[in-house]
Structures are given as structure tokens and as C-alpha cells.
């Protein structure tokens, strides 16, 4: 919970109007780079350059058509959803290939009208298509048309009526599983997903008892049109019990497969578990080295009754070249660059050089500029499968408000992975900083012993509806030329739960807490340990770091404690656009605990972009009790949730 911000310590720019933000970036390889240049195009907009191929000009023989959609029914849903699933009317703007290609997509659209009737437990509809006044079943082999206007073609559906479950049984060895744990209830609306649905779990449950080879033997489902029920029969064989046998892998050049083999965690032997299978194939994902991962099982037990598996792998490029900028209304300008290697000795090893400038145009010179190097380096399943050995050396300068600090970092730690929640990390963090803050010039030389445990159940890290993030870390410390040995504390909690049928609303919150003991006095924490808050990661609508104690000449000392807190009601107007209100507030004192004697409070609105990579941020904060000359708003961007 330390934020650090990014201008020059006397400037006072936290009093400015907020700051805007534009961020580009560029990476080596991008498949962007082999696109045609005459027509750039990101999230379906086309930035520049022209599309002037016509649809005609892209189509053999294009004959247009028009399209007459009539459903009896009032059930405005159903005709949204048979009209969605009607390429006849998603595409009627755009021309078939000749008079055949019109009948081609006439019949193809009946039979996904059917399906989409039988999705909504519709059995007695039926789906009429006639195409220049002839039915499409009657229509020769290779019929012609009058192309001199659209072809017209006429869709008449009757949906009938609603069927439901009447008899579901469970056969084979399924037959003690429970019809209601699979959604086929007697009564219950008889959809056709439902029932493939269920058979797929059906098999799933088989195999998590560990049946690797378990199966479906019969699915049928019987209409009964004089009582408007549908009877189900799920009928399965489990196959015996089977631990995991060989893994076998391919498709690896410069991963070593041993490793591979190591990391996935599927030992010869183990009890045999789908889900440990998916776990695995995540893991291995996870690493970076792999532009895809596969992992099949034979499909017959082995002469010793297990069953083999199949890792199969593509490997993504060793190496990468990373380029970044950010421009802002407070900082100005700043570049950043890195290099980096995925597979540095053959399993996975991953070694990252980078430096960034920033600060370029509102720095008056260049040792007010801020500069940062770094070489970071992490070996994956590190003496256990489940462990990461992380190091790293880095550089930096920085010119907040609050302080000017240069500081040289050297870490070491290992992190665990005790469960799929929950990990635990340590290690070794050797600082040294020469600073000027409102108690003068210091330097410090502190060697600090950082832990902390994470409980993640988050079902999303960038756009979470459900489960909850809990943190709890220290960082015990001895400062060697001031003779000082203090400990930090701090611990957070987010929860996430969504509403609606689509969960169209989720309701999320955030709390946090930190402290500092052991000093005597706050002038012998290093600067940059002291707690500060304000910004796009605590309290929105104040400048980053703007939230500290504040001496008699109203200079920010920074605190040795904190409190935040976060509300968000995050809203899906779209499938891709959605509003988020908000409030937030936090407090930072110099006593060693919250006393919340100045509690600051921000709230505002923020506008939500949904993209496969995560959603697109974009906050407007104001302050409720703002600063003597503090910052009146703030703009606020990035990618993922706020928390």
C-alpha cells in the first residue's frame, strides 16, 4: 500500500486540475505488423486507410436477397433469439455466391432455427422457408432465379408449445446419481442443452472418481406431443478405476521435457483427476514459453491398468522486445523499454532487462528527470514444482511531490504455491537510498525480510464477479546507518459479487490497513517506506500521494499508518461497455495505527470497455473534503478493474 508519485517535490502538481493519460505500446514481432497498411483497424475501428472492396467484388456471382422473418408468437425473447441465430437475417445485407447459394443458406438457417426451437424446449414447432414463393424442399438441384431484383425469401415460424421434463432416468452407472443435480426436474422447462448438458456432467462426475475411460452409452430424449413432455434417458459406463500412467511429451524444441514433465505435477502413479489435468495445462500456459498446451489421454489403460497421457506443446518465441510510452497533463512524457528472455537454460527460466525516462518536458534538467534500470530474473518450479525463485536488481530515481529519492534494490526470494488459492512468499530485500524530504537530506542502508500470504478466489483477475483477494504481509527491517530496527504490517481484503441473470451488476469492495513499529521517530523510516495514499490505486479523485500528514510548513511527511476503503458498483450496460459509480476513502497518520483523525473522501464515475485482454478503465474522481489548493479532480486510466 505505498504509492508513489511522479513530479518534481517543490512543483506542487498534486494541486493541479487532475491528470489525463494516453499510453501506447509496441512489442517486437506484433502480428499487427504483417496486416495491410492501407487500413489499420483496433477493437472493429478503422483508424485509417479505407475498406473500398464492395461485397460484390469479394463474391463469386453475388445475388442479393430480401428477407421476410414472421414468427407466431409474442414472446419478444424467443423472436430476438431465432432471429439471432438466422443467418439469413444476420448477413441480408450481404450477397450469396449464385442462385444455389441463397437455397444453401435457406436450409442451413431452417436447421438452426429447429435447434434453437429445440434449445427453448419448443419440439412441436415447425420452420416453413420458401424461396421465390417455393418451398425449399421443392426447389430442383439447381434452381435459377429472377436476379434482377433481391431474391425474396420468406421464414414463417410457429414455435408451439412449451415442453417440460416428465420421466428422467439414470442408467448404467449413473443409475445412483441424482436427475435434480443435473437440472432434469419433472416439470422443468425440457431445453436441449439441458439434456446434452447433463450428460456431459454425467460423464464428468464418472471421471472425477478417477474413470478415465468413462463414457455415455445412451442420451435419448422422447417427445410426447399429447402431453407436451419430453422423457430422458442418460445411460453411462464408468469404466474402472485408474491412476495417471507415462507422460509422454511433444512439440518441445528448447524446453527440456523432463521440466515439463516436473511442472505439470501429473506423476506416474497418481490417482487419475480431470481437474488436475486442466490444472495442469494452466500451470504449463502460465509460463509464458508455450503458444499452446494440450494434454490428451490414451484411450485404453496400459498393461499395468493405468492410463497414459499426452502433453502436447507449441513453444511461443524465446525472446522478446517490449517498447511503451505515457503521456500526462502533470508528468509529461515518458519512455520505457525492456528485452527478455522466456527459456534462458532450457526450463523456463526468465530473465528481463528493462529502463524507462519519464518525466520528459516537465523536468526543468536532466537530473530532474526520473530514471529507472532493472534486471529481473525468475526460475520456475525452483527445488519444488510449486516454487518460484525470483531476483532482481534495480535502479531508480524519483521526483514526487513529497520527496526526492534515488534508491538501488537487490531482492531474493522464493514464493509457494500451498494451494490453487493461496500462496506464500519470502525473501531477502538489501535498499539503499539517498533522499530529500520535509526533515532534510538522509541516506539509508536497510536490509529488510519481506513475507506474505495471498488467498486468491477470485474467478477473474482482471474483471473478478465472485470470490474475494485477502493479503497479509511483513517486512521486518534494520536500518544500519542509523541503528534502527522497525516492522511493517499491512493486510487487504476485495470481495466481488455479481447480480442479475447475467450478472449484469457486481458489487465490489475493498478494504485495507498498514503500520509501522519499532522507530522512534518517523524521520528514521526510509522515505520511501512511509505510507502515503491518494490516486488511482486508494483514493480517486486526490493526486497520487497527496494523502499524508503535513508539517508546519505544509510539507507531506508521509505516515507509519493507513487506512483505505473501496466501493464500486460496476454496471454492464452492453456486452461491452459498462458505468461504474464509486466512492473511496483512506486516512494516513503518523502514529503507529489508523486513528482516522483525517479521513479523505473522493467519489466519481468511471466508464468500463470489455476487450479479450480485459477491460479497458477509464475514471473521473473528485474529492468530497478537498486540500487548501489540492487537486480539484482526477482522470484516471488503465487495463483491469480499479481492484
Same mark, same amino acid.
Given at each position: 500500500?505505498?504509492?508513489?508519485?511522479?513530479?518534481?517535490?517543490?512543483?506542487?502538481?498534486?494541486?493541479?486540475? =487532475?491528470?489525463?493519460?494516453?499510453?501506447?505500446?509496441?512489442?517486437?514481432?506484433?502480428?499487427?505488423?504483417?496486416?495491410?497498411?492501407?487500413?489499420?483497424?483496433?477493437?472493429?475501428?478503422?483508424?485509417?486507410?479505407?475498406?473500398?472492396?464492395?461485397?460484390?467484388?469479394?463474391?463469386?456471382?453475388?445475388?442479393?436477397?430480401?428477407?421476410?422473418?414472421? !414468427?407466431?408468437?409474442?414472446?419478444?425473447?424467443?423472436?430476438?433469439?431465432?432471429?439471432?441465430?438466422?443467418?439469413?437475417?444476420?448477413?441480408?445485407?450481404?450477397?450469396?455466391?449464385?442462385?444455389?447459394?441463397? !437455397?444453401?443458406?435457406? &436450409?442451413?438457417?431452417?436447421?438452426?432455427?429447429?435447434?434453437?426451437?429445440?434449445?427453448?424446449?419448443?419440439?412441436?414447432?415447425?420452420?416453413?422457408?420458401?424461396?421465390?414463393?417455393?418451398?425449399? *424442399? #421443392?426447389?430442383?438441384?439447381?434452381?435459377?432465379?429472377?436476379?434482377?431484383?433481391?431474391?425474396?425469401?420468406?421464414?414463417?415460424?410457429?414455435?408451439?408449445? !412449451?415442453?417440460?421434463?416428465?420421466?428422467?432416468?439414470?442408467?448404467?452407472?449413473?443409475?445412483?446419481?441424482?436427475?435434480?443435480?443435473?437440472?432434469?426436474?419433472? =416439470?422443468?422447462?425440457?431445453?436441449?442443452?439441458?439434456?446434452?448438458?447433463?450428460?456431459?456432467?454425467?460423464?464428468?462426475?464418472?471421471?472425477?472418481?478417477?474413470?478415465?475411460?468413462? &463414457?455415455?452409452?445412451?442420451?435419448?430424449?422422447?417427445?410426447?406431443?399429447?402431453?407436451?413432455?419430453?422423457?430422458?434417458?442418460? $445411460?453411462?459406463?464408468?469404466?474402472?478405476?485408474?491412476?495417471?500412467?507415462?507422460?509422454?511429451?511433444?512439440? #518441445?524444441?528448447?524446453?527440456?521435457?523432463?521440466?515439463?514433465?516436473?511442472?505439470?505435477?501429473?506423476?506416474?502413479?497418481?490417482?487419475?483427476?480431470?481437474?488436475?489435468?486442466?490444472?495442469?495445462?494452466?500451470?504449463?500456459?502460465?509460463?509464458?514459453?508455450?503458444?499452446?498446451?494440450?494434454?490428451?489421454?490414451?484411450?485404453?489403460?496400459?498393461?499395468?491398468?493405468?492410463?497414459?497421457?499426452?502433453?502436447?506443446?507449441?513453444?511461443?518465441?524465446?525472446?522478446?522486445?517490449?517498447?511503451?510510452?505515457?503521456?500526462?497533463?502533470?508528468?509529461?512524457?515518458?519512455?520505457?523499454?525492456?528485452?527478455?528472455?522466456?527459456?534462458?537454460?532450457?526450463?523456463?527460466?526468465?530473465?528481463?532487462?528493462?529502463?524507462?525516462?519519464?518525466?520528459?518536458?516537465?523536468?526543468?534538467?536532466?537530473?530532474?528527470?526520473?530514471?529507472?534500470? /532493472?534486471?529481473?530474473?525468475?526460475?520456475?518450479?525452483?527445488?519444488?514444482?510449486?516454487?518460484?525463485?525470483?531476483?532482481?536488481?534495480?535502479?531508480?530515481?524519483?521526483?514526487?511531490?513529497?520527496?526526492?529519492?534515488?534508491?538501488?534494490?537487490?531482492?531474493?526470494?522464493?514464493?509457494?504455491?500451498?494451494?490453487?488459492?493461496?500462496?506464500?512468499?519470502?525473501?531477502?530485500?538489501?535498499?539503499?537510498?539517498?533522499?530529500?524530504?520535509?526533515?532534510?537530506?538522509?541516506?539509508?542502508?536497510?536490509?529488510?525480510?519481506?513475507?506474505?500470504?495471498?488467498?486468491?478466489? &477470485?474467478?477473474?483477475?482482471?474483471?473478478?464477479?465472485?470470490?474475494?483477494?485477502?493479503?497479509?504481509?511483513?517486512?521486518?527491517?534494520? /536500518?544500519?546507518?542509523?541503528?534502527?530496527?522497525?516492522?511493517?504490517?499491512?493486510?487487504?481484503?476485495?470481495?466481488?459479487?455479481?447480480?442479475?441473470?447475467?450478472?449484469?451488476?457486481?458489487?465490489?469492495?475493498?478494504?485495507?490497513?498498514?503500520?509501522?513499529?519499532?522507530?522512534?521517530?518517523?524521520?528514521?523510516?526510509?522515505?520511501?517506506?512511509?505510507?502515503?495514499?491518494?490516486?488511482?490505486?486508494?483514493?480517486?479523485?486526490?493526486?497520487? #500521494?497527496?494523502?499524508?500528514?503535513?508539517?508546519?510548513?505544509?510539507?507531506?511527511?508521509?505516515?507509519? $499508518?493507513?487506512?483505505? *476503503?473501496?466501493?464500486? $458498483?460496476?454496471?454492464?450496460?452492453?456486452?461491452?461497455?459498462?458505468?461504474?459509480?464509486?466512492?473511496? $476513502?483512506?486516512?494516513?497518520?503518523?502514529?503507529?495505527?489508523?486513528?482516522?483523525?483525517?479521513? &479523505?473522501? =473522493?467519489?466519481?464515475? *468511471?466508464?468500463?470497455?470489455?476487450?479479450?485482454?480485459?477491460?479497458?478503465?477509464?475514471?473521473?474522481?473528485?474529492?468530497?473534503?478537498?486540500?487548501?489548493?489540492?487537486?480539484?479532480?482526477?482522470?484516471?486510466?488503465?487495463? *483491469?478493474?480499479?481492484?
Amino acid at each position: 500500500m505505498r504509492y508513489q508519485p511522479t513530479a518534481p517535490k517543490n512543483s506542487k502538481a498534486y494541486r493541479r486540475a =487532475g491528470t489525463a493519460i494516453i499510453v501506447a505500446a509496441l512489442a517486437a514481432a506484433s502480428p499487427l505488423a504483417s496486416q495491410d497498411a492501407n487500413a489499420f483497424k483496433l477493437f472493429g475501428i478503422n483508424f485509417f486507410g479505407s475498406e473500398d472492396d464492395s461485397d460484390e467484388d469479394r463474391v463469386i456471382d453475388p445475388v442479393r436477397y430480401s428477407i421476410t422473418f414472421e !414468427v407466431n408468437t409474442g414472446d419478444k425473447k424467443l423472436r430476438s433469439d431465432l432471429e439471432e441465430a438466422s443467418h439469413l437475417v444476420l448477413d441480408k445485407e450481404s450477397p450469396v455466391s449464385g442462385d444455389l447459394g441463397v !437455397v444453401i443458406k435457406a &436450409r442451413d438457417d431452417r436447421d438452426r432455427l429447429v435447434a434453437t426451437l429445440y434449445e427453448k424446449a419448443r419440439y412441436g414447432g415447425v420452420v416453413t422457408i420458401t424461396v421465390d414463393g417455393t418451398e425449399i *424442399g #421443392q426447389l430442383p438441384p439447381l434452381p435459377e432465379f429472377d436476379n434482377s431484383r433481391p431474391v425474396p425469401v420468406v421464414v414463417r415460424i410457429d414455435p408451439g408449445p !412449451v415442453f417440460t421434463f416428465g420421466d428422467v432416468t439414470l442408467t448404467g452407472d449413473a443409475t445412483g446419481f441424482n436427475p435434480a443435480n443435473y437440472d432434469l426436474i419433472r =416439470g422443468k422447462e425440457a431445453g436441449s442443452l439441458l439434456i446434452l448438458r447433463a450428460g456431459d456432467k454425467v460423464v464428468s462426475d464418472l471421471k472425477a472418481q478417477g474413470r478415465p475411460l468413462a &463414457r455415455l452409452t445412451a442420451r435419448d430424449a422422447i417427445a410426447d406431443h399429447k402431453t407436451n413432455t419430453v422423457d430422458v434417458t442418460i $445411460a453411462a459406463a464408468g469404466g474402472p478405476i485408474a491412476p495417471l500412467g507415462p507422460v509422454a511429451v511433444t512439440g #518441445q524444441k528448447a524446453v527440456n521435457p523432463d521440466f515439463i514433465r516436473y511442472y505439470s505435477r501429473l506423476n506416474e502413479g497418481k490417482p487419475y483427476s480431470p481437474d488436475e489435468l486442466r490444472k495442469a495445462g494452466d500451470r504449463l500456459r502460465q509460463l509464458g514459453v508455450f503458444s499452446s498446451v494440450n494434454i490428451q489421454q490414451a484411450s485404453a489403460l496400459d498393461g499395468k491398468g493405468q492410463i497414459p497421457l499426452t502433453i502436447q506443446v507449441s513453444e511461443a518465441k524465446q525472446r522478446v522486445l517490449g517498447l511503451g510510452a505515457q503521456v500526462s497533463t502533470i508528468d509529461g512524457l515518458g519512455v520505457q523499454g525492456y528485452w527478455g528472455h522466456r527459456n534462458l537454460f532450457g526450463q523456463a527460466e526468465s530473465l528481463r532487462i528493462e529502463g524507462s525516462v519519464s518525466r520528459i518536458g516537465e523536468a526543468s534538467t536532466f537530473s530532474d528527470l526520473d530514471y529507472s534500470a /532493472g534486471i529481473l530474473f525468475a526460475k520456475p518450479g525452483a527445488f519444488f514444482p510449486a516454487a518460484t525463485f525470483n531476483a532482481g536488481l534495480v535502479a531508480k530515481t524519483e521526483h514526487p511531490d513529497t520527496y526526492r529519492a534515488a534508491t538501488i534494490s537487490a531482492t531474493a526470494g522464493l514464493s509457494y504455491e500451498i494451494t490453487d488459492w493461496d500462496t506464500v512468499s519470502g525473501g531477502l530485500d538489501f535498499t539503499w537510498a539517498d533522499t530529500e524530504d520535509a526533515f532534510g537530506d538522509h541516506t539509508y542502508l536497510t536490509l529488510s525480510l519481506p513475507f506474505e500470504y495471498i488467498r486468491d478466489t &477470485r474467478d477473474d483477475k482482471l474483471n473478478p464477479t465472485e470470490g474475494y483477494r485477502a493479503t497479509l504481509a511483513t517486512q521486518p527491517s534494520y /536500518g544500519f546507518l542509523n541503528s534502527v530496527f522497525f516492522s511493517s504490517f499491512e493486510g487487504s481484503i476485495s470481495g466481488y459479487k455479481a447480480f442479475g441473470a447475467e450478472d449484469n451488476v457486481v458489487l465490489a469492495a475493498k478494504l485495507g490497513l498498514g503500520s509501522i513499529v519499532g522507530a522512534s521517530d518517523l524521520e528514521e523510516i526510509p522515505t520511501t517506506r512511509r505510507f502515503y495514499a491518494g490516486g488511482g490505486g486508494s483514493v480517486r479523485g486526490y493526486a497520487y #500521494q497527496e494523502i499524508s500528514p503535513y508539517d508546519s510548513a505544509g510539507e507531506a511527511t508521509g505516515g507509519s $499508518a493507513y487506512a483505505v *476503503g473501496s466501493f464500486e $458498483a460496476r454496471i454492464k450496460v452492453t456486452d461491452t461497455i459498462g458505468v461504474v459509480p464509486f466512492i473511496d $476513502a483512506g486516512s494516513v497518520t503518523d502514529e503507529v495505527y489508523p486513528d482516522f483523525s483525517d479521513i &479523505r473522501v =473522493g467519489t466519481g464515475v *468511471g466508464l468500463r470497455y470489455a476487450t479479450p485482454f480485459g477491460p479497458l478503465r477509464l475514471d473521473f474522481a473528485v474529492p468530497l473534503n478537498r486540500y487548501p489548493g489540492g487537486s480539484s479532480f482526477g482522470i484516471y486510466a488503465g487495463i *483491469g478493474q480499479a481492484f
